[in-house]
């Protein structure tokens, strides 16, 4: 600002002054301000449109350590339980009892060379969850693997030999590549999450149910039942926003960031075998005048731990696979899962039934 000083001398004639001070208005950019704030307006009143475009994202590079040659396909290795002595783990089972045929899941090679329903309609379900937590995971997306993919192995038949399939893939840009790609969101505007995790699950069309598997055998664990569920039922998807581009890792108590998926480390899913049910009380009951009541028995998994127990539905409250229960004995105290109808035997009683993990 300029300062000005102005003398004044009564004994002269008055005389004008002249102030140069611009008072025009200048309205240049008031109508983009208008329309700034009529679209303010709008978007507070109309929900706004939201870009969820999504894109396809394929497996990163890695260098192939046989060939010595850049590679991009990414390997699943399914193993199914094959021990047909004893249908339950034991402290003798090894990691041998798992196999990657699908003879060992109660099909026939005769199933698979004519491709009969129970083994067409079979596939494997690869789902990605925001956590490995199960008390508060969200599902974001699901890629399906079916059997008609897959390499081949050469198996005896009658007096000659035929090609069937088995659980082992080798997805890539060509050949079997229903699998190859994650499809996902092109940024994290709206879902910002640079990590999936990944779990795995096999459909039994011969039984109409879900086999869930896990990262590593049962026979090469200690505690065959008792162990943490985020350790061994997922594995870690990485996903690059710039390259689209995704990579696999496993981590666990004995395994620390490895990379998965290449030709040398494919990724392995592996059966998960139930415990053993409880053996059925023997002996004959005493006759009554009126049907003794027989309550369901079910196998539970705590939420907290994941440790299994057996629970009866004493009072009838109508417990069913899915429910949350509280079981009566101090040392069950916490919520737990109905997993499975296991039958009738000795077990804790079901004193209430819930919604959810929280048993509130």
Known sequence: MNNYRFRFN??????????????????????????????????????????????????????????????????????????????????????????????????????????????????FKLDFYDTPSTTNQQIYLTVILPTRQGEIMTVPYGITTVDIKKPVYKLDYVGDKEGFFIYWLKNTEFVDLQTLYMSAKFFDASIGQFKRMMTVPQGLMGEKFNFNNEEYFYYQVNMDYTGYTYDVVLSNSTVQDLRVGTTLNPIKWYEYVNPPIPPIPTGVPTPTPTPTPVYKTFQLERCTDSKIMYGTDNSNLGVVVGDFVKISGAANAGCWEVISEVGVGASSSIISKHTDCSCS
Do not use: C
Not at 59 to 87: G, L, M, R
């Open 10 to 123: 009564n004994t002269e004639p008055q005389k004008a002054l002249e102030v140069p001070i611009n008072l025009s208005w200048d309205l240049g950019g008031v109508n983009d301000s208008i329309d700034l704030f009529e679209s303010e307006v709008i978007r507070q009143v109309i929900n706004p449109i939201d870009n969820f475009e999504t894109t396809r994202y394929s497996h990163k590079t890695y260098n192939d350590t046989i060939t010595n040659k850049t590679q991009t396909s990414i390997n699943y290795e399914f193993y199914f339980y094959s021990a047909t002595t004893d249908s339950n783990i034991t402290g003798e089972t090894t990691s041998t009892n798992w196999v990657t045929d699908y003879r060992a899941n109660n099909m026939t090679t005769t199933d698979i060379v004519f491709k009969v329903g129970k083994f067409t309609s079979s596939f």
